[in-house]
């Protein structure tokens, strides 16, 4: 059991009562926590630093997603703590302290939604609000062993919200139970009810399924069983997405570098795609904040400190070719899916790493990790992390994209498929 009561999990806990307290509201009587990097009227917007607390001041609004979920019947208690400046997928904060992995004490909970995760695994919260730029819904969801939706590029107003990288930027959010989460994306996304809705193909990348250290029939074979019994195995189709992507996606060419060629643990076109990201990333957040970042010189954790400080160097080279890439990878992707098309990956490369593990003896995951994270970072695709129980007392995840635009079809492939998915983990487990 836990120490603290509430995991580390919040940096201010206050009630915000929802704006309507209609019955028929979709998400009536549940409460939910935010991330404190959506201004909240009256409150400091914090971005996981003190140096940043300290410099600006009280919100003078609330975010509109905020008041969207507050619209839609919810009760807010509280604002959570993150990685500093949204800067990092760990979930550590040498200043407000590492909120506590409900599955996994001694390990990390995942960044920099970190706060958000930890709140919904250990049921403080019925749902939290995140962001995910880089990973940050969609990693802490997969080690806490929640769910975790990262909804299509732009999808969701980011206005209210502190940018990190504007191209990659998204407002996602968490849950343990799928039709809450379906319930969140229609306040959010302003979507209509919809009906089941049957995938035309599930793709199962066999080159990324390799890359994670979890064994597939704890994995892939969870997940392809599962759509066997609901939907039947003729959906099923399995390719190696690494050369379609280098293939498809001809301005790879400029982030394919040597080092990236002779990496036996990754595949070279995703190694890439993951250039991509980091380098548009570094290019953005110097122009959102480096002279905050000059002009203050913050206190930043190990690691952060590091990527922060790069960023504010960065030249911004190859910017062009960045743009191309997400052109390119977008309509390659879009192509292979079609409309009611699926593609499966393992959400991160294995189980979360242990607390205060040397960054340096996580490169490789964290590089093969960035290569799974990219593809709907790049491509601006929607994402859900859905959890596969527990493998060697650690939790597992996989993860469905499906095209830009296609929300509402992916929240409601995982309404399906979930309960089926749990029985398929305790049958494969034993």
């Keep these: 059991m836990a120490r603290d009561p509430d995991y580390g999990a919040f940096t201010d806990k206050f009630v915000l009562e929802p704006t309507s307290s209609a019955h028929d509201q979709p998400l009536h009587g549940l409460i939910f926590a935010v991330k404190d990097i959506f201004d909240v009227e009256g409150y400091v917007t914090g971005f996981g630093n003190p140096d940043w607390a300290r410099t600006h001041s009280a919100a003078t609004s609330t975010a509109p997603a905020v008041l969207a979920v ?27 302290g590492t909120p506590i ?68 930027d998204t407002v996602g959010w968490f849950a343990r139970d799928p039709v809450i989460l379906s319930r969140i994306g229609r306040i959010l996304l302003q979507l209509p009810v919809m009906g089941p809705a049957k995938p035309s193909q599930i793709i199962i990348a066999e080159d990324l399924f390799q890359l994670s250290i979890i064994p597939n029939d704890r994995l892939g074979q969870v997940l392809v069983k599962s759509v066997e019994k609901i939907y039947g195995g003729h959906i099923v189709k399995h390719m190696v997405l690494g050369d379609y ?47 905050w970042i000059t002009a203050v010189k913050p206190e ?82 929607c994402q859900v992390s859905i959890p596969l129980g527990m493998y060697e007392n650690l939790p597992v995840a996989v993860s469905l994209l499906a095209k830009q635009g296609s929300d509402a079809f992916l929240l409601n492939v995982v309404e399906s498929l979930y309960g089926t998915l749990k029985e398929q983990v305790e049958i494969n487990g034993k």
């Excluded at 619209?71 to 407000?96: F, L, P, Q, R, W």
């Excluded at 939604?113 to 880089?134: E, H, M, N, R």
């Excluded at 250039?275 to 959102?288: A, G, I, W």
């Excluded at 390659?332 to 990956?345: H, S």
Aim: proline share 7%.
């Design 70 to 96: 507050l619209g839609g019947g919810a009760t807010c208690v509280g604002k959570t703590v993150m990685d500093e400046m949204a800067y990092s997928i760990n979930g550590e904060n040498i200043h407000y």
């Design 101 to 168: 992995n409900p599955c996994a004490p001694d390990h990390v909970p995942g960044g920099s939604s970190s706060g958000s995760a930890v709140a919904v695994g250990a049921k403080l919260v019925d749902f939290s609000i995140g962001t995910d730029t880089g990973g940050s819904v969609r990693v802490p969801a997969s080690y806490c062993g929640i769910l975790g939706f990262r909804p299509s590029h732009d999808a969701v107003p980011s206005a209210g919200v502190i940018p990190m990288a504007q191209s990659f």
């Design 245 to 291: 992507v280098r293939e498809r996606v001809p301005s790879l060419k400029h982030f394919m570098s040597k080092e990236i060629k002779e990496q036996e643990y990754n595949i070279p076109s995703l190694a890439a795609l993951s250039n991509v990201l980091r380098s548009l990333q570094r290019y953005e957040f110097k122009d959102n904040h480096g002279e």
């Design 300 to 381: 930043l954790g190990p690691g952060i400190s590091e990527r922060v400080w790069e960023a504010v160097r960065t030249t911004g080279e190859n910017i062009d070719a960045c743009h191309s890439v997400k052109t390119e990878l977008q309509a390659a992707l879009a192509t292979l899916l079609q409309d009611f098309g699926i593609l499966a990956i393992p959400t991160v490369p294995g189980p979360p790493p242990k607390l205060q593990t040397d960054p340096t003896t996580l490169e490789i995951f964290r590089a093969k990790a960035f290569s799974l994270l990219s593809i709907a970072g790049v491509s601006g695709f």
